[in-house]
């Protein structure tokens, strides 16, 4: 398996056995795929990934934030951070390459009509990504750092809409499902552990949310096919409570996966994603971005945000990286703090430009395994005055 360490547009790591599409769209804001290989480190670099998408002017701004919590590592767990049809904040979609035609429409919103959202305002509603007579997988999913050891736990919760006074159903296909997923990857992207849960169906409950936890353990030599050739799953064998990284981690990717078969309609809504890491070093977190999913911000309140370790790990301020339009203007950054909570700020934007920009935070521990650094790269667009 060749090494997909690589950057992309609202993406960690490449998923081990496929691709993501070619290119996302977030409204209003159009994102554009973009690659850099990077080398492996022979340190343990833990990043938090964190996507960036807003636009810069002079003028005023609409600001939405996360409060970021030590152990749940996802980011816009219950999708608040955009709405419309986009992809989430914080998370990358994948789609087979047969889905490609089906640009910029895509299988998936997020939304509140119908307004049953299992906490807050909004939920990913997702649905067949190809209608070309075949099963297909599309996936929506967030990548961390890790190493051997570390626990998790994770669970989604999962609804189909059976309609209302003022709503027609739309009920997942009676041989459509959808599961949450955890996978343990190594430096090269290979898998190394994989577990999931159980099946939604529709037979399982209508317009009723319902949690599903990550408990079932599978094989990774017993490969089972979903009649979709781009994405491969394994056979259960055995039942969990917790998740423990085997040895060789590097990476775990938490992802939620929705199978259409054939041509069948319907849609399943996702909401109140969690992937707790309840042991082992957790990744430095980034929180209090700004800006974050604005429309109009003075360019000269430039970029500022927070990198704090639940672990109580020192982070040096040389380890605190901003990439702006492929360069790295790190030491332009004014840092601020405390040993383990940083405060940053950068001053250097500027009007009329469209900016891509990613924040590699890094920890240098005595872990006995090399990580390949994987970070997000969101574009940053500056509209003309």
Known sequence: ????????????????????????????????RVKKRLP?????DWYLNRR???????????????????????????????????IPVSWTRYAPPPAAIYQPFGNYWVENNPPVPHSGSQYWKQWGSCYDGTNNVATLYQ??????????QASGWFYTFGGDATHNPDIIGSD???????SFLNSSSNLLALYKSAPFTASA?????????????????????VGDPFFTTYAVTGSVSQLVAPLGTARVRYEFCYLQATNEGGSCYFDDASLNQISGPVPPLISNLFPLNMI?????????FNVSSPSGFTINNSSIHLIVNGTDVSGSLAISGSSSNKNVLYSGLQCNLVHTASIPVTY??????????HTQNPRIETPRT
């Not at 990548?143 to 626990?151: D, H, L, M």
Request: glycine share 6%.
């Open 1 to 32: 398996m060749k090494t997909q360490s690589e950057i992309q547009v609202a993406g960690a790591s490449t998923p081990f056995n496929y691709s993501p599409a070619s290119s996302i769209a977030i409204y209003p804001i159009e994102l554009a």
């Open 40 to 44: 492996a480190r022979q340190i343990a």
């Open 52 to 86: 960036i998408a807003f636009g810069l002017i002079c003028g005023t701004l609409l600001l939405s934030a996360r409060t970021s919590q030590a152990v749940e590592l996802l980011g816009n767990t219950s999708f608040e951070q955009n709405g419309g049809h986009v």
């Open 143 to 152: 990548v961390f750092s890790s190493s051997a050891g570390s626990i998790y």
């Open 176 to 182: 459509c499902y959808a599961w949450a997923q955890i």
């Open 205 to 225: 409950g209508i317009s009723t949310w319902l949690q599903y936890p990550v408990t079932n353990a599978c094989d990774v030599s017993q490969p089972v096919s």
């Open 296 to 304: 109009f911000v003075p360019p000269t309140n430039g970029i500022h």
């Open 364 to 373: 240098s521990l005595s872990l006995p395994a090399s990580r390949n650094p």
